[in-house]
C-alpha cells in the first residue's frame, strides 16, 4: 500500500468550498482524507511538506488539440501530456480535429489506449459531432459514447446547416450526451483574420464582423431549446455572445460555455505589427470584449476557462498574418493567466480554480475535480505568487507558438500529481 501525507498546505476544494490551512492524504492512488485536522499529523509512506503553498484538484483542461493521430511533428500526446503536467493539468479533453478525424469508435479507443501507454495525466477523447467534421452527416453519437467519448463536436469548425445540427441535438439529447459547439458564421468569416474594425483596417488584414461569433450563438441557443439537448460552447469572445448566454441560463436553458485564456489576456492590439502567435480563433477582440469575458468569468455566467491549446509547426506561423495558421499553444499558461483575474482583484482563488476544476468535472461528467475522500488523486500544488516570465525555449510542448512570449506572470504549479504519481515538479 502506497501512501503520501501532505501537510502544512492551504487546502482549497471550491467543490465542497473548503479554504483552510490542513494536510491531505492519499492511499493507493485515492484521496483517503483531507482537511485543517491533518495539518501536521499522520503516518504515511512518503512525507509531502507543502509550505504553505496552495494544494487544489488537478485543473482540467477542456479544449486541447493534439497532433495525433496524423501531424505528431506539431504535438503528440505524450509531449501535450508533458505540458499539461507543467502546467498543473492532470486531465486533457482532447479534440477530434485529427487525421484521421476521430469520427468511429475505434478511433475513439486508439487515442484512450495511445494515452494509457504514453500520456503521463489522464486524456477524456472528445469524438466528431459530423463524419469527417464536414457538417453534413452526424456520427453514431450512442456508439461513440459506448466507446469512451466524452462529449462531440466538430472542433473549431461551425456546423452551418441548422437541420443537421437540429438533427444531432435531438439525437444526442436521447443519450444525455453533451455537444460542444463552436460560434463563428463559416460564411462571414471566411478568409478573415482578424476582428472588423478600425485597427484590422489600418493593417490591411481581412476580418470579420464580431458579430459573426453572436450570430451562431443566437443560432444555437434557439436549437437547443427546440430539443432540450445539453450544449456547451467551448468558447465565446465577446459581450453579444455573453449576454445572449446569460438570458438563456435565466431561462433554465441547459447552456454553458468556456473562455479561452488568451481572450481573457489579450486584446487585438497586442498583435502588433503582425505578430502571427496571436491570431487564434475566433481573432482577439476589442478591449471592452475582453473586460466583458473577464466579467463573465467574475460573474459566473462563464463556466470554464480552457488554454484552447492548438500547436502549430513554424513553417506555418512564420508567414504572412492573412496566410499564418491559427492557433496558440497554452496548457502552461493556462493557469498564470486565470491567476491573473485573482491578482487583479476580480475573482477569489476559489472561484478561479471552480471554472478550472469543479465545473469542467462537472460538464464533462469526469472524475476529479475535488478533494473529496474517495476521489482520484489527482492534485496540483500552487504557489499563487511566484514571479516569472514566459520562454518559449523552455515549454514542454513540441510547438512553441506561445502568445506570451516574454510577458510576466505570478503563479504557476510547483507539484502535480496524478493518481498520487508525482509527474511533475518544478
Known sequence: MSSIAFRNARLIDPASGLDAKGGLLVEDGTIKDAGPHLAGSGEAAEIVDCKGLVLAPGLIDARVFTGEPGTEYR?????????????????????????????????????????????????????????GL???????IG???????????????????????????????????????????????????????????????????????????????????????????GQISTRASLDIIADAKQRGLPVTCGVSAHHLALNELDV??????????????????????????????????VSSHDPQGADTKRQPYAAAAFGAVGLETLLPVALGLVHDGRATLSHVLATLTTMPAKIFGLAGGTLAKGTPADLVLIDPDAPFTVNADALSSLARNTPFEGRNFHGRAVATYVGGVRVFER
Open 143 to 233: 456508439l461513440l459514447q459506448e466507446a469512451g467519448a466524452v462529449a462531440f463536436t466538430d472542433g473549431d469548425r461551425t456546423i452551418a446547416n441548422a437541420r443537421v445540427l437540429r438533427r444531432a441535438l435531438a439525437y444526442a439529447n436521447s443519450f444525455s450526451a453533451l455537444i460542444v459547439g463552436h460560434a463563428e458564421d463559416p460564411d462571414l468569416s471566411d478568409g478573415a483574420s482578424a476582428t472588423e474594425g478600425e485597427f484590422a483596417m489600418r493593417l490591411g488584414l481581412p476580418a470579420a464582423p464580431s458579430a459573426a461569433e453572436a450570430i451562431i450563438v443566437e443560432r444555437d441557443i434557439r436549437l437547443v431549446e427546440m430539443t432540450g439537448a445539453r450544449y456547451h460552447f
Open 272 to 305: 502588433g505589427s503582425y505578430y502571427t502567435f496571436r491570431k487564434v480563433k475566433p481573432p482577439l477582440r476589442s478591449e471592452a470584449d475582453r473586460a466583458a469575458m473577464v466579467e463573465g468569468v467574475a460573474s459566473g455566467i462563464i463556466d470554464i476557462i
Open 75 to 131: 504535438e503528440t500526446l505524450a509531449s501535450a501530456s508533458q505540458a499539461a503536467a507543467a502546467g498543473g493539468v492532470t486531465t486533457m479533453v482532447v479534440m477530434p480535429n485529427t487525421d484521421p478525424v476521430i469520427d468511429e469508435p475505434s478511433l475513439v479507443d486508439f487515442i484512450k489506449r495511445r494515452a494509457g501507454a504514453t500520456a503521463v495525466v489522464n486524456v477524456a477523447p472528445m469524438a466528431a459531432l459530423t463524419k
Open 134 to 140: 464536414r457538417g453534413e452527416t452526424m456520427t453514431e
